[in-house]
C-alpha cells in the first residue's frame, strides 16, 4: 500500500486498531509527529468522501499539536523548577 496522508499527517493502516480513528497520545519526546491509526475499512471509507471526514481530521490534528505544545511546555517547566 502506498503512504497516505490525511491533512499532511501520516495514516498508518493497522487493522487491530478499535476506534475509527487514533492517534498517539503526546508525550515529552521532540521528534514525536502526529499519525492517524485507521484500519483498512476506514481508509476506504474516507477515501470515499475526503470532503466529509476533512474538517473532522484537521481537527484532530490542532488538537493534537495543542496538546503536544503542552506537554512540551511542561516539561520545559518540570526542568526549571528546583527539586525540593
Known amino acids: 500500500m502506498?503512504?497516505?496522508e490525511?491533512?499532511?499527517?501520516?495514516?498508518?493502516?493497522?487493522d487491530d486498531t478499535t476506534e475509527l480513528f487514533q492517534m498517539p497520545a503526546p508525550d515529552e519526546d521532540?521528534?514525536?509527529?502526529p499519525a492517524?491509526?485507521?484500519t483498512e475499512s476506514t481508509v476506504a471509507l474516507v477515501s470515499e468522501?475526503?470532503?466529509?471526514?476533512?474538517?473532522?481530521?484537521?481537527?484532530?490534528?490542532?488538537?493534537?499539536?495543542?496538546a503536544k505544545k503542552r506537554v512540551m511546555q511542561d516539561?520545559?517547566?518540570q526542568k526549571l523548577t528546583p527539586a525540593a
Not at 468522501?49 to 495543542?66: G, N, T
Open 2 to 4: 502506498k503512504q497516505i
Open 6 to 14: 490525511w491533512c499532511s499527517v501520516p495514516v498508518i493502516v493497522d
Open 30 to 33: 521532540e521528534a514525536q509527529q
Open 36 to 38: 492517524f491509526r485507521v
Open 49 to 66: 468522501d475526503f470532503a466529509l471526514y476533512e474538517p473532522s481530521l484537521q481537527r484532530m490534528e490542532e488538537d493534537w499539536r495543542e
Open 75 to 77: 516539561k520545559k517547566a
